[in-house]
C-alpha cells in the first residue's frame, strides 16, 4: 500500500522568508510525487511532479521540490515566502502500477506580512 | 485554459435518497477520477475511469456508488441511497494520456446528507 506523511499540520513562515513544507512517502516500485495547493472553497490546483530526472523540479509560482530517494522525501520549497502562498499544500504519491493518488493529510501555510 | 467543471457546487439531501454529481473533464482527457475529502481530513480516492470502465476502485467505493459517462463530455457519480457518513466535498479529477501523470481537479461539490 503507498502512503503519505506530511509531518506539519501548519507551517508559519514571513513574508521574503524561504519556505519548506515536508512530505515523505512509501510506495512500491518507482513514485509519482506530486504537489497540489488548495484555496479557501476551491479544487485542487497541481503545483509541480517528479517522476523521473533531475532530483529537483520546478513548478508554478516559483515552488520547487526535491526528490531524495533515500530519504523517501519529497519536500516543498521557495526561496521567497508572499502572503498570497498562504493556502493549504497536499503531497500525493502514485505509482506506475496504480495512478490514483494517495495524499497526506495537507500542511497549511500562512505566510506573515 | 480549459477546466474540470462540476455541478452543483453545493447539494443537501435527506439521508436514503439518490443523488448524482456532474462533472465535466478537460475535453483531450482519456482518464477521469473522483475523489473525497470528509471535512477536515484527507483527500480520498474513490473509482477511476478509463475507455468507458472502472480501472480501479477504493474500498469506499462500494455497490451504493456507480460512476457513468453517459456522453462525450460528462462524467457523473452516483450515489444510490446516501448515508449521513457520505457527506464530504467531492472532487473530479482528469489527465491527458502518455506521460503527463497529472491529474487535474475540478472545484468539487460540497455534499450535506441531512
Known amino acids: 500500500a503507498q502512503s503519505v506523511a506530511q509531518p506539519e499540520d501548519q507551517v508559519n513562515v514571513a513574508e521574503g522568508n524561504p519556505l519548506t513544507v515536508k512530505c515523505t512517502y512509501s510506495?512500491?516500485?518507482?513514485?509519482?510525487l506530486f504537489w497540489y495547493v488548495q484555496y479557501p472553497n476551491r479544487g485542487l490546483q497541481f503545483l509541480l511532479k517528479y517522476i523521473t530526472g533531475d532530483n529537483l523540479v520546478k513548478g508554478s509560482y516559483g515552488f520547487e521540490a526535491e526528490f531524495n530517494k533515500s530519504q523517501t522525501s519529497f519536500h516543498l520549497k521557495k526561496p521567497s515566502a508572499l502572503v498570497s502562498d498562504s493556502a493549504l499544500y497536499f503531497c500525493?504519491?502514485?505509482?506506475?502500477?496504480?495512478?490514483?493518488?494517495?495524499f497526506g493529510s495537507g500542511t497549511r501555510l500562512q505566510v506573515q506580512p | 485554459e480549459p477546466e474540470v467543471t462540476q455541478t452543483p457546487s453545493h447539494q443537501v439531501t435527506q439521508m436514503g435518497q439518490e443523488v448524482i454529481l456532474r462533472c465535466v473533464p478537460i475535453?483531450?482527457?482519456?482518464?477521469f477520477y473522483w475523489y473525497r475529502q470528509i471535512l477536515g481530513q484527507k483527500v480520498e480516492f474513490l473509482v477511476s475511469?478509463?475507455?468507458?470502465?472502472?480501472?480501479?476502485k477504493s474500498e469506499i467505493f462500494d455497490d451504493q456508488f456507480s460512476v457513468e459517462r453517459p456522453d462525450g463530455s460528462n462524467f457523473t457519480l452516483k450515489i444510490r441511497s446516501t448515508k449521513l457518513e457520505d457527506s464530504a466535498m467531492y472532487f473530479c479529477?482528469?489527465?491527458?494520456?502518455?506521460?503527463?501523470?497529472?491529474?487535474?481537479f475540478g472545484p468539487g461539490t460540497r455534499l450535506t446528507v441531512t
Open positions: 475511469f478509463y475507455n468507458n470502465e472502472i480501472s480501479e
Open positions: 475535453s483531450n482527457h482519456l482518464y
Open positions: 510506495v512500491s516500485g518507482n513514485p509519482y
Open positions: 479529477a482528469s489527465r491527458t494520456s502518455g506521460g503527463a501523470y497529472e491529474q487535474y
Open positions: 500525493a504519491v502514485g505509482n506506475t502500477g496504480r495512478r490514483a493518488l494517495t
